[in-house]
């Protein structure tokens, strides 16, 4: 009975202390005991916003100390990934790297702390696991800007055409006619074109040329 107990504590923690989930047993609940911890975790799905995140597959370090309290486990640390996003200016994707600080407290079942908070105010242990995922997931939506940008100063777009005004340059832009005076300047145009017509000293062509030179000799 012992045999079997003990393979399904085995099997249990082997499936159990992986990714973001932490055996703390080892650490023990004497207060002030401390244990190092470094683990690199690839998530099986994006951390972060719909314009920034950690993207799936990436290698996300936790460099952390766990340290035993009188109501818990206190993790303090960084986490460091890669982040893939695109410019909320410019549309253009980018790659950039985030690092969370960590300082995080994980009550123990039946402590003070566990009786007198809800469960969205402090994390618990279960069964001597911490899971850091919740925490890591909010901390990094918090983190990550709503309105990413290439570069601190990205230009955006060109209104008009929609060229990326990094690669246009400075001096690109667009006449734009107040639609009000749309209307008067066709009929300018139009006017303009009318009376070149009606004027043979306008006439470029050879035979208007040569009518304007007759009317002058017969004058």
């Given amino acids: 009975m012992s045999a079997d107990s003990g393979n399904g504590s085995r099997h249990r923690h082997k499936l159990t202390d ?5 055996d703390v047993r080892s650490l023990g609940r004497a207060p002030g005991s401390i244990k190092e911890f470094h683990r690199i975790v690839t998530p099986a799905e994006k951390i972060g916003l719909d314009l920034i995140a950690i993207p799936a597959g990436a290698e996300v370090e936790l460099d952390l100390t766990l340290q035993s309290v009188s109501e818990g486990v ?4 960084t ?3 890669p982040v893939e996003g695109e410019c909320s200016r410019c549309l ?4 950039d790297d985030i690092e969370l600080h960590l300082t995080e407290l994980f009550a123990y079942p039946n402590s003070a702390t566990d009786q007198t908070t809800e469960d969205d105010e402090i994390p618990r242990l279960v069964d001597d696991f911490i899971d850091l995922e919740p925490v890591i997931v909010d901390s990094v939506g918090m983190e990550l800007p709503l309105q990413p940008l290439c570069e601190p100063d990205c230009a955006g777009l060109c209104p008009e055409c929609g060229v990326k005004m990094a690669i246009a340059g400075s001096g690109h832009g ?3 006619l107040d639609p009000r005076w749309a209307g008067l300047a066709n009929f300018n145009a139009e006017s303009t074109d009318a009376d070149t017509a009606s004027d043979p000293s306008t006439d470029s062509t050879l035979a208007g040329h040569n009518g304007a030179a007759s009317k002058t000799e017969e004058s």
Wanted: aromatic fraction near 10%.
């Fill in 18 to 22: 992986a990714g973001f989930v932490l």
């Fill in 74 to 77: 206190l993790v303090t640390g």
């Fill in 79 to 81: 986490v460091s990934a």
């Fill in 92 to 95: 253009e994707s980018f790659t």
């Fill in 174 to 176: 667009h006449e734009i």
